[in-house]
């Protein structure tokens, strides 16, 4: 960035936290340089759709450039950072060196395995958009092979695993099997609905164990009559090619196992020198400040602000984004830094057709359909850019009305 004279705040990530830091500099006067290894930002909670062909993936990303179009002050490098020296205030990135005033860390999170056997190898995560693709290629491609087997082979094909019973676990297992009752046998008339098995596999005594019991009972409840089989108390001990080995000695086979049952920290930071704590994310400052620096700041998923609630959702990343490029502004003018506090506006997770539950505040808890329709409206409004709403409101309609999955496309090869 050529120096003008003006605060150099150089932003690492343009996922939530990023882009929410960005914008709060919007009116500020200072250069602001966004670097991101993606040239758009994915809008994860509807990531799970594009692995089950509901949403294509252009419907839930959107390129950075045209987000800060309008920020003057704000510009985008499309990198790679590959090392941090906090002391000489630099970053190595695969565009050159970039040197900062300010720096903002808003790297995300990465998949954890807690060190299942096989796990890494042989199941699919689900943190990228890449990974999406890649999921749904496989899944579609599970018909495709299935329908050139003779049925009585067909199960192994035609079992999808998924492990963690969390929002992402849940929302997926009722997003395939909705696949499976409604688009796939139309498609593939040879095939019967009933030669294919979603499994949600989650260690604990209930799903979506951050919500109020009443509304977990309900998710398994409704995933259930979907068709659904919901193991809980099951812990998934290996993963192999052909399928995973529970605790107890139960063997489920299947070609496709997916892996939503852990998330941490980014897996570079560590050797960026910064303090990593539990789950693999940076320890940060009240004030989301790191290494006791008032220059190097780490939101989002990445950071974990000591004992104080930071959940790796959206909201607790655009609240540390937004305050700590207010805490940056606040250095600049001389004044005291403000502490972090996370404002639980509330959860939301979709199990199916008319089916969501909604927990507002920490306090208000509702499930159903009008739950479902709280759901659409939100994720609507969030989602960034007029034509990815209108084009996820017309795959949306075109599900509901008609059982239809846009996206049922096969766009690689199944074993890339
Ligand atoms: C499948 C899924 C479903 C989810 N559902 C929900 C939900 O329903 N509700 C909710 O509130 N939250 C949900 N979340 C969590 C939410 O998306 C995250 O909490 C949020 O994205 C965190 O924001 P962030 O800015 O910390 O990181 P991210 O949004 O992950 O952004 C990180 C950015 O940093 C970039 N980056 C990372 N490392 C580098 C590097 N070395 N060089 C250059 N760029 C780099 C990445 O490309 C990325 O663009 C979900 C997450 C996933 C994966």
């Known amino acids: 960035m050529e120096s003008t004279g003006r605060p150099r705040i150089v932003i690492v990530g343009a996922g939530f936290g990023g882009l929410w830091a960005a914008k709060a500099l919007r009116k500020a006067d200072v250069e602001v340089e966004i670097i991101d290894r993606h040239n ?44 941090l020296d906090s002391a000489t205030s630099t970053l190595m990135t695969t565009a050159g060196v970039k040197n900062f005033d300010y720096l903002i860390l808003a790297a995300g999170s990465t998949t954890i395995y807690y060190g299942v056997a096989g796990a890494e190898a042989h199941s699919f995560p689900l943190r990228t958009l890449e990974e999406a693709v890649r999921l749904r290629n496989h899944l579609l491609a599970r018909f495709e092979a299935a329908e050139q087997l003779p049925a009585d082979a067909r199960g192994h094909e035609l079992t999808f695993l998924i492990v963690g019973g969390g929002p992402t676990g849940v929302e997926f297992a009722g997003a395939i099997q909705e696949l499976i009752n ?45 068709g659904v089989e919901v193991l809980l108390g099951a ?29 941490g920290g980014p897996p570079d930071l560590s ?11 940076v320890e940060v400052a009240p004030d989301l400040s790191v290494n006791g620096s008032d220059h190097v700041y780490v939101v989002g998923d ?18 540390q984004g937004t305050l700590a490029a207010e805490n940056i502004l606040r250095v600049v003018a001389g004044q005291v ?78 074993d890339e």
């Open 40 to 83: 758009f930002h994915t809008f994860f909670p509807l990531l799970y759709q594009v692995a089950a062909a509901e949403l294509a993936p252009g419907d839930i990303s959107h390129p950075v450039r045209k987000i800060i179009r309008r920020q003057r002050n704000a510009r985008f490098t499309h990198a790679e950072v590959t090392g």
């Open 182 to 226: 409604g688009p796939l046998p139309r498609d593939h008339p040879r095939l019967s609905v009933k030669d294919a098995r979603v499994v949600l596999v989650e260690a604990g005594e209930r799903l979506l164990s951050v919500y109020p019991e009443k509304l977990s009972a309900y998710a398994r409840q409704r995933l259930e009559r979907m």
């Open 235 to 263: 812990s998934v001990e290996a993963v192999d090619e052909a399928g995973v080995d529970l605790a107890g000695g139960a063997r489920i086979d299947s070609q496709t196992v997916v892996w939503t049952a852990g998330v």
């Open 271 to 281: 050797a960026w020198g910064l303090p990593i704590g539990r789950n693999g994310r």
């Open 302 to 319: 990445s950071s974990q602000p000591g004992e104080v609630a930071s959940p790796m959702v959206a909201q607790n990343a655009t609240q």
């Open 337 to 414: 830094p403000h502490a972090y506090s996370y404002r639980d506006l509330g959860n939301m997770a979709v199990i199916g057709r008319n089916a969501a539950v909604v927990h507002l505040f920490g306090k208000i808890a509702f499930k159903g359909y009008l739950a479902w329709v709280m759901w659409l409206a939100l994720h609507l409004a969030k989602l960034i850019g007029f034509r990815n709403r209108v084009a996820a409101l017309l795959s949306w309609a075109g599900d509901y009305l008609f059982r239809d999955r846009v996206a049922r496309l096969i766009t690689s090869q199944p």
